[in-house]
Every structure is written in C-alpha cells, then in structure tokens.
C-alpha cells in the first residue's frame, strides 16, 4: 500500500480546497476525475466534524470507497500516513507553528494505456489563494518534474513527457520549502506487514550462516531508493539550516554526531550532483537515478532529517524477500536483465523504479545501487542473533550494506547476500533506502 506525504514548513498558508484531474480521451478509462479536499481553513483550524470523519474512515476503511470526500493523504482504504497524522496534531495543539500546507495528495495512478506522449492533462483548481502563481506549484510524475504548460487559478494543464512510462502524478503547491519534513519531490513508502522469514543460506558464504528464523515487526520502506534530486534538496535544506558545510568535492556534516564526517564525495566523477554558486543541484537527466557516493552518515543524516531511518539488515532482508521467500527481491525470486539491473547489463544505474517491483511493492531491491543498512557488520552475528527485531552488533568498524548493484554478479544481489564497508566510504554502486517505524 503506498502512500504520500503531506509537507510542513513555516510561513504563510496556501490553500486550495478540491483538485480535480480530468484524462483525455485515451485507450481504456476515459473522462476519468478525482476530486480532494484539503479542510484546513486560513486559521489552521480543522473542523470538529471533518476530524471526526477521518477517524471514522480509520476505523472502517471498508466504508472509505463509498464516501464523497477524501480528507489529507488519505488512500483508497482509508489509510492515513502516521507522519501526515501527527503534523496535523501537532498543529493544531501549538507545537508547530502554522505553515504553508506542501499537500501533496495522489491525484492519480497514471499508466500508459490512458494517456499518449503528447498528451494533455487538465487539472482543474479551486480556491486558490490569489497570491499563487506558477512559480509556487510544481507537478512531478514520481519524482520527475513535468513543465507546466498553462496555469491559472482555476486551471493547469501540463502534457505528458516523453520520458514517462510510468508513474504517478502529484502536486507541491507554495513559495517556501525551508524546513520542510520532507523533499519536495516525496518519498513514497510501502507498509511491510509484522511477519517470520528464514534469514541466511546454507550454500551462500559463512556469514549467512546458519539459517534462523527471524520476527520482524511491521514498518514502512521506501518504494523506491533515494535518488540524486532528492538529496541534493536535502543539501540545500541541511546548507541553510548550517547542518553541513560544503566545497565544489564535498558535502560534510557540521552539528551533532555526524560533525566533520563526510556526506557527499563530489569529487568523484561518477557523483551526479553538483554544488556551485552556493547551491546544490542534481546533473540533469540524472535526477531521478539513485544517490551514489553517499557514505553511511550522510544517508543517516538524510533519514533522520526526515523523521526516518536506515533499514536494519533483518528488515531489508525480509523486505527484499518480498514476503514470500525470494532467492531475489525481483518481481518472481529470480533475475534477469528484464527484472534487474545487474551485471553491467545496462552498464551503469537506471531510473530507480525501472524494472519490475518485488511482492511488497517495492523496486530495485536486487540490483541498480546496493544499500546502507543501519547495523553494524559482525561475520558471526547469525550465530547470537535475537529471533525478534534484530538491530545488529552493538558497536564495530563495519557497516552493513546490502542488494548488490549495477555491476554486481547475480551471487552479490540474492536477499541473503550479506557485503560490508567502512562508514565513511562511498562508491558509485552504493546508495540507500529509507524506513520507518511505529
């Protein structure tokens, strides 16, 4: 189950009530429209009986298909984002202080069959606060951004990219991003359900050693891995908020545990972000290609910014399984070039969701980057490991990394497949993912 973020920061309130998204005629769904509603008034007060209805629709998520409106991120099931959940409260008791609302609701699954390259998507507008203008809405199809062809206050058009096979088409509406809970292009995450797997092998290496089972509780992972334009919002954030200091080859952190290590070598050819003129911005054409040459602590800093974490290597594993045992966290257990990106067959990183998704929903878990996991690395952790939760050794040298990558043998990309680093290395086959918990 995915689902969306809805995004805080500190300023003026934009409003808009209800969204519309009407498709053109197109093979398959035609005259399709869905409509949403924001119900937080100019006061940052919610009323009584909205509230009240969400809780309703909480509680009886059957009932959500058959009800007119939809209230934040809420999903067909009746399913709301626990972080979305608690920055509402968390408003409206005072903690935070009223802010633009970056709302950010799923306004439509849109898949090959209903549109054509070329095509134009209407979307209609309402209540717009008159301050809008072009310049503080911007339409992303994953984390792709799409030019807008026309705007008004009623009404935004844009037209479907060349680029686009896939994906899903969302809108960030206002004039400041600073302090955002999250980047502006969302993080889609998936809910992994509380269940047991068998973590290991018996005929991969030592350290996969012995097969065990494992309870993992339930959590939530990152659809997909963290990609170049992501991250270089996070920069920028972390650069105004005096978190990192940064040069033309390096980002570095500058508060907390994490101060003087490295984030970011961008002095690596194979980095594919830029920082100039006090900026950072990803390479283009290579947005939406997962972060590489990233080190352990510049992809925690990131999660925890965010109010996530990195995986522990039991999650990921369980995870990349896809719920169902996998040799391979692929859409089938196995692999292949057609499910995969591995063994130089694209002969560098791809768009992060362009292959299959696993079981869970999930993409690139076998395969285009490998990941940080949060452990620390211990070739004889299996052998003492809890049966429930594992977090790893308590301390090391080493820190677990996991999925195998664009140039890795299909024996490197098996979800037992156990690889280690030093936290503050990075290489142009490592990225991460992120996760969160109850």
Request: charged share 20%; proline share 5%.
């Amino acid at each position: 189950m995915q689902k969306h973020v809805l995004l805080l920061s500190v300023s003026m309130l934009v409003l808009f009530s209800s969204t519309k998204v009407s498709f053109p005629q197109a093979p398959g769904p035609a005259n399709v429209s869905f409509t949403f509603r924001g119900d937080i008034n100019e006061d940052s007060q919610v009323n009584i009986f909205d509230l009240l209805e969400m809780l309703k629709m909480l509680a009886d998520p059957e009932g959500q298909l058959t009800r007119t409106k939809q209230i934040a991120d809420m999903d067909v099931n009746g399913a709301v984002n626990i972080f979305d959940l608690l920055g509402l409260l968390k408003v409206l008791s005072g903690v935070e202080e009223p802010g633009i609302i970056y709302w950010r609701p799923s306004i439509a699954r849109i898949i090959p069959s209903m549109v054509a390259v070329g095509d134009t998507i209407n979307i209609e507008m309402e209540n717009f606060d008159e301050s809008t203008t072009a310049a503080d809405v911007k339409a992303y199809i994953n984390t792709n951004e799409v030019n807008l062809l026309e705007f008004t206050l009623e009404n935004i058009k844009i037209i479907i990219p060349e680029w686009f096979t896939r994906g899903e088409l969302t809108l960030t509406v206002g004039t400041d991003t600073t302090n955002s809970l999250y980047p502006s292009q969302g993080i889609t995450v998936v809910s992994i359900p509380a269940n047991s797997l068998q973590m290991g092998s018996e005929s991969g290496s030592d350290d996969e050693k012995p097969v065990h089972n494992v309870t993992v509780s339930d959590f939530q992972m990152s659809a997909y891995e963290i990609t170049n334009a992501q991250y270089a919002f996070y920069l920028n954030n972390a650069l105004a908020a005096e978190e990192i200091t940064a040069t033309s080859s390096s980002a570095k952190g500058a508060t907390g545990d994490y101060s003087g290590q490295e984030y970011l070598d961008l002095d690596d050819t194979d980095c594919r972000i830029d920082y100039s003129g006090g900026s950072f911005v990803a390479y283009s054409g290579y947005e939406n290609r997962p972060v590489v040459e990233v080190t352990w602590f510049g992809a925690k800093a990131f999660a925890i910014r965010y109010g996530f974490d990195l995986p522990r290597e039991a999650e990921w594993e369980y995870a990349c399984r896809g719920g169902k045992q996998y040799e391979y966290g692929t859409d089938d257990g196995t692999i292949s070039s057609a499910n995969a990106n591995y063994d130089w067959n694209a002969g560098q990183t791809t768009d992060v969701g362009s292959y299959p998704a696993n079981p869970f929903g999930l993409y690139d878990m076998s395969g285009n980057v490998a990941e940080w996991c949060s452990d620390w690395y211990d070739g004889n952790y299996y052998s003492y490991s809890p049966s429930h939760d594992p977090t790893g050794p308590e301390s090391g040298s080493l820190r677990v990394r996991r999925g195998g990558s664009w140039s890795s043998l299909a024996r490197q990309c098996l979800s037992a497949s156990r690889r280690w680093i030093g936290p503050s290395s990075s290489s142009d086959q490592l990225g991460f993912r992120v996760v969160s918990r109850p």
